[in-house]
């Protein structure tokens, strides 16, 4: 179980059955799934991944386009398989010159206290 913050948990479990398909799905096929993390820094983020068992993929990514620019994306898989990503987005990006449309967006660190 995660405790991310005061109102939200993540139970993260593990199954076994006799007929489970061995194969993890790719993070991009069909019926596959991740969590993605806002961080406040990727690369601190990232190092304490590495250090507890993470695999890191690819990463750290740029946000392609001038839409989403700034935004920083790094993907991993834990060390029982599950993809995940941790991601960093400035407080505001381009695209809102152009919508009042918002992205979810953090409303700051789980350590803050407002």
């Known amino acids: ?3 991310l913050g005061p109102n939200l948990n993540v139970e993260l479990q593990e199954f076994k059955a ?6 993890m799905p790719s993070n991009v096929d069909l019926g596959s799934a991740h969590l993605a993390f806002f961080v406040d820094d990727v690369n601190a983020a990232a190092q304490s991944l590495r ?3 993470a695999q ?5 990514i740029q946000a392609l386009g001038e839409p989403k620019r700034g935004e920083v994306i790094w993907y991993f898989k834990t060390p029982w ?3 995940m990503e941790i991601l960093w987005r400035p407080e505001h990006l381009p ?3 152009d919508t ?3 992205l979810f967006a953090p409303r700051g660190s789980w350590q803050d206290k407002d």
Request: hydrophobic share 30%; no cysteine; proline share 4%.
């Open 1 to 3: 179980m995660l405790r």
């Open 18 to 23: 006799e007929k489970q398909r061995k194969a």
């Open 51 to 53: 250090e507890h068992g």
């Open 56 to 60: 890191l993929l690819r990463g750290p």
């Open 81 to 83: 398989g599950a993809f």
């Open 95 to 97: 695209y809102e010159h």
């Open 100 to 102: 009042a449309n918002r």
